[in-house]
């Protein structure tokens, strides 16, 4: 049974999203629309489902896109949080499977480009634009699983939610904010400890004015400060 570190190595690439190549990607959405269709998620809404049938392969326009799976226990284990320019659900078929092995849910509102599942392996080798996605998809898949080796392996779980944060945080009027909806539940999934321990860093760092966070949001004033 692949353990949950073994998981978030797989695809936990989406974390460390790339925002240059980003723009890059976004140029060839009009492109990429050729191949398929727009469709619209809500959010909470499910994509897909573990053991449906892989009928498309998506491409995210706007939004953010969660993959999951469930634990023996029951518990859900995040596998990725997937950006725009990111392609997903073509690793299954290019396994060799015909069914979803995870399950994908829209984070927030969620715009796609659903390309039937059969034309992307028939021209994926053809066709630059969707060669290119898929590279760079698969490249990033590498770099961001050596880096969360590193992080499980020498970093404390005070010292992993820190790195988390900066990871996640753009810029807004000047703040380091993370803005994406994300329960400390969510985030210790991510990270591989409990909901508690996330709940103890965040509210500690609050006191200490190293954060700001209402519910959705947290504004990063002094994450630097020394642990």
Known sequence: MKSTFCHLCYNFRIFLYNRIIRGMLMERVSSIEQYGKKVSFTKGQR?????????????????????????????????????????????????????????????????LIAIPAELFLQHRQEHSILEQSLVFTLIKQLSEAHELIYVHSKMTVEERLRWLLKKLAKEVNGTLTVDIPLTHEEISFMLGCSRQKITMYLNKWKKEGIIEYERGSIQLINIDHPI
């Open 47 to 111: 994509i897909y489902q573990a053991g449906e049938e892989v009928k498309n392969v998506y491409y995210i326009k706007e939004g953010l896109v969660k993959l999951a799976d469930d634990a023996k226990d029951g518990h859900s284990v995040t596998i990725a949080l997937l950006h725009p320019g990111q392609l997903f659900g073509f690793i299954d078929r290019l396994n060799g499977e015909v069914e979803h092995t995870r399950y994908a849910v829209a984070l927030t509102d969620t715009s």
